[in-house]
């Protein structure tokens, strides 16, 4: 502790109040000519109000930074709300977006079923169409067989006939058929 003790008492004896001669209280000494003139320094700042005007100054400060502070504030909640509603839309628009394309696969889905059921439908229509044109030119072809085949036996009647029948036993038999064609008709 003596050790501690020595050099506090030299560094408190170096101080400059105890370095100057002679009386405190003097004009000659300079420690009290500097304690006079601080004390007009600070006399002159009380008597033009400086410590008010600066502390004006300081609250005039401290106003503009809580001002500062307060729209900051403002804007870091309206820049809050905004991305809150930024991401309610997003998800909005996101659930629009699942909506549209599942409604969109079902429309496709159904597209495809209805495709698939309308093919069907004219697949059958045409093979009953074909099956229809097939047995139309069956029987247009029987039936131009057996025209045909009348024609011909007409023909073969006719010469037989006319090789056998003389003129009047043609020209009555041609007679007693318009008669019984008019008879018909009529």
């Excluded at 030299?10 to 105890?18: E, I, M, R, V």
């Excluded at 004390?39 to 609250?59: C, E, N, Q, R, T």
């Excluded at 900051?72 to 628009?93: D, G, H, I, N, P």
């Excluded at 439908?121 to 057996?146: F, G, M, P, W, Y």
Aim: a neutral charge; charged letters at 25%; glycine letters at 4%.
């Amino acid at each position: 502790m003596k050790k501690l003790l020595l050099p506090a008492l030299l560094t408190f004896s170096a101080t400059p109040a105890l370095a100057a001669k002679g009386p405190f209280f003097s004009l000659a000494n300079t420690d009290f000519i500097v304690l006079i003139s601080f004390i007009a320094f600070i006399g002159v700042l009380v008597y033009f109000k400086i410590p008010g005007i600066l502390s004006g100054m300081l609250d005039k400060r401290a106003e503009g930074i809580k001002a500062e502070l307060e729209e900051a504030k403002a804007l870091r909640e309206e820049a809050q709300t905004l991305l809150a509603s930024y991401e309610r839309k997003q998800r909005e628009v996101q659930a629009q977006a699942d909506a549209i394309v599942a409604t969109a696969k079902e429309d496709a889905e159904a597209a495809a079923a209805q495709a698939k059921v309308d093919l069907e439908a004219s697949i059958a229509r045409r093979l009953a169409t074909a099956e229809d044109q097939l047995a139309s030119a069956q029987a247009a072809a029987i039936k131009e067989v057996k025209d045909k085949a009348v024609t011909v036996a007409i023909a073969a009647a006719a010469d037989v006939i006319s090789s056998k029948l003389g003129k009047a036993e043609l020209n009555a038999l041609n007679a007693d058929a318009i008669k019984e064609v008019k008879a018909k008709l009529h």
